[in-house]
């Protein structure tokens, strides 16, 4: 009887001691309140707001913080009544004004998930804006001042034949050509990024299906592609996510938004990642040596510890 109670003494400690049971090291510190990155989104019904990465001595972190550094960031950046301004396309587009944060005071907290100890503080926030807004919408927002540039760049006057051409350079490389690209999944846009002359294109192609068997399933290409053209002699490819296969297994990616984060007079790109059945995660993209590399990869989830 002895023997029993002891190893279940030593079960319970090593469950306490679980690395997975233990907070992480703060990222930062919360009382200094850094400039902190957020996503507005939702509808005007419900929008919401929540953090997603943090700017420490000029660089963009995730957010790591144990249990009660999470409520105390909640209670410093979500009072009721505190504004911050929402960017699209790298610009000023509205602010959002915060009417409930996550822990009030004698009242439950504003969202709950199954199995979970502690989930990701949000605030609920009202929305304003003049853009004409979709049904489900979204924005990236930030605690401190933003730089924006004052002058759009130049883009190609079709722009459908050089994004594809941009595409076609990309797929080439992987011994693909054009019949890997599905008109009726290709998508071509011009993004006017902070510090460059002319527009960065992006070629997007994301199977509605993912695939000729049904959703997840058959073969697909996909591909986010971004091209350049940084000296005027041509658009050539900066960053490229392009995955051929089984529709299960391949990592599609969209392009969200950009914005300045850092002030440096460069844009950072917010891409959104994901797999079927799996977790969605945010990237985010800098430019260096004339190429966008990943700088960071943030999972999308609310749940930050288990039950």
Avoid at 106 to 112: I, R
Avoid at 235 to 248: F, M, N
Avoid at 264 to 277: C, K, L, M, N, P
Wanted: hydrophobic share 40%; charged share 25%; proline share 7%.
């Amino acid at each position: 009887m002895l023997s029993i109670l002891v190893l279940a003494a030593g079960c319970d400690k090593a469950k306490q001691e679980s690395p997975e049971d233990l907070p992480p090291p703060p990222s930062f510190d919360v009382a200094t309140r850094p400039t902190l990155v957020f996503q507005a989104f939702g509808t005007l019904d419900s929008t919401r707001l929540v953090p997603i990465a943090v700017i420490v001595d000029g660089q963009v972190k995730e957010i790591q913080l144990p249990d009660a550094d999470w409520r105390r960031l909640d209670s410093l950046y979500f009072q009721a009544g505190t504004e911050y301004p929402v960017y699209r396309d790298g610009r000023p587009a509205g602010v959002v004004t915060v009417t409930r944060r996550m822990f009030e005071p004698d009242s439950e907290p504003l969202y709950a998930l199954p199995g979970c100890r502690e989930v990701r503080p949000m605030a609920a926030v009202s929305l304003k804006t003049s853009l004409a807004l979709d049904p489900a919408f979204e924005f990236i927002s930030m605690s401190g001042p933003v730089r924006t540039a004052p002058d759009r760049a130049s883009a190609p006057r079709d722009l459908l034949a050089a994004t594809r051409a941009v595409a076609l350079l990309a797929l080439r490389d992987e011994g693909l050509d054009s019949a890997d690209i599905d008109t009726a999944a290709f998508s071509a846009r011009a993004v006017h990024m902070s510090g460059s002359p002319r527009a960065t294109l992006v070629a997007n192609q994301v199977d509605p299906n993912a695939g000729d068997a049904g959703p997840g399933a058959g073969h697909t290409t996909h591909f986010l592609i971004l091209g350049d053209d940084a000296d005027g002699k041509g658009y050539q490819v900066t960053y490229k996510h392009l995955e051929s296969g089984e529709a299960r297994m391949v990592e599609f990616q969209r392009l969200l938004d950009h914005l300045d984060l850092t002030g440096d007079g460069t844009d950072e790109i917010f891409v959104e990642s994901w797999r079927y059945a799996g977790t969605n995660d945010l990237v985010v993209l800098s430019r260096s040596n004339g190429r966008w590399h990943e700088l960071l990869r943030v999972g999308q989830q609310w749940c930050l510890r288990n039950r």
